[in-house]
Nanobody, 124 residues
Framework: QVQLVESGGGSVQAGGSLRLSCVAS????????MAWFRQAPGTEREGVAA???????GYGDSVKGRFTISKDNAKNTLYLQMNSLKPEDTAMYYC??????????????????WGQGTQVTVSS
């Protein structure tokens, strides 16, 4: 069983930055692919960024060039650096993990482990 705990959310003005963290209580976290998803009220869960166990990263179209995902395997921690934030980035952000990897890392149904979420609010 893997537990994921997110932190780093908050309220910022448009153009600002936040860094989200997700600590995994898993031995051998390097074996996991991980991702950040977000969901605003009344919308579907959206894949923001994903990183496979080899460190290859991918991004949703709406955040490319603004967000950066990274993983520190020694600390079992996943990060999401968010720059140039926009009001439309406002959502609950969730960390997710699945052992192994492969294709479909933006498909939320692929993931087995989820954090409780951290709220990001961007005001104009």
């Amino acid at each position: 069983q893997v537990q994921l705990v997110e932190s780093g959310g908050g309220s910022v003005q448009a153009g600002g930055s936040l860094r989200l963290s997700c600590v995994a209580s898993a031995y051998g976290a390097s074996r996991y692919s991980m991702a950040w998803f977000r969901q605003a009220p009344g919308t579907e869960r959206e894949g923001v960024a994903a990183i496979d166990r080899d460190g290859n990263a991918g991004y949703g179209d709406s955040v490319k060039g603004r967000f950066t995902i990274s993983k520190d395997n020694a600390k079992n921690t996943l990060y999401l650096q968010m720059n140039s934030l926009k009001p439309e980035d406002t959502a609950m952000y969730y960390c997710a993990a699945v052992r192994g990897g492969g294709s479909g890392l933006f498909e939320w149904r692929k993931y087995v482990y989820w954090g409780q979420g951290t709220q990001v609010t961007v005001s104009s």
